[in-house]
């Protein structure tokens, strides 16, 4: 006769249930990693797209932060919207560009900034940021995935987007 007997086949299914659940925790940092480098993305191409789209378009250009107040960890009901008004928009309202907090579940993002947004200037696109520190960076927003990982994305005096 060929094949497996239940015996061999229950054995091989231990075995493989007990290399998975070995494996498991590596995967969910990488997955947490994958969130934080997504977001990480996201806020670096919104703030460059600020300041390209101001010179480009010849308009000031504002970068919103709704739903995130300052200096208090949130995880949901947030976003961040890119657009030509100075008035401060709702999460669903129409943006140039945008970044919710529904595309990133399990993020917890803090506003450093004490403005509810930054303007970028028209003729060279540097954005309207204050207290910087001595290398010139503006702390912006913090967040992570994992508490132990906290990433700090800075604008910089000459516009320019650097995570910490």
């Known amino acids: 006769m060929s094949g497996f007997t239940l015996i061999e086949l229950i054995i091989t299914l231990a075995v493989m ?11 969910s940092s990488i997955i947490e ?3 934080e480098t997504k977001i990480q993305s996201e ?34 009901d947030w976003c961040v919207l890119l657009t030509t008004s100075s008035t401060t928009p709702v999460c669903d309202a129409s943006a140039v560009f945008s970044i919710r907090s529904d595309s990133h579940p399990k993020i917890t993002i803090e506003r450093t900034y004490p403005e509810t947004y930054i303007k970028f200037s028209a003729v060279n696109g540097k954005p309207t ?27 910089t005096f000459w516009g320019r987007a650097e995570f910490m």
């Open 43 to 76: 806020l670096g191409d919104i703030f460059n797209m600020s300041r390209n789209d101001a010179v480009t378009q010849n308009k000031l250009m504002y970068l919103h932060f709704v739903g995130l107040p300052q200096n208090s960890e949130v995880t949901q």
């Open 17 to 27: 249930a007990i290399l998975m659940s070995a494996f498991a925790p590596s995967f």
């Open 129 to 155: 940021l204050s207290n910087f520190d001595i290398e010139g960076r503006q702390s912006v927003i913090k967040f992570y995935a994992n508490s132990a990982d906290v990433v700090e994305f800075k604008g």
């Open 33 to 35: 990693s994958n969130r």
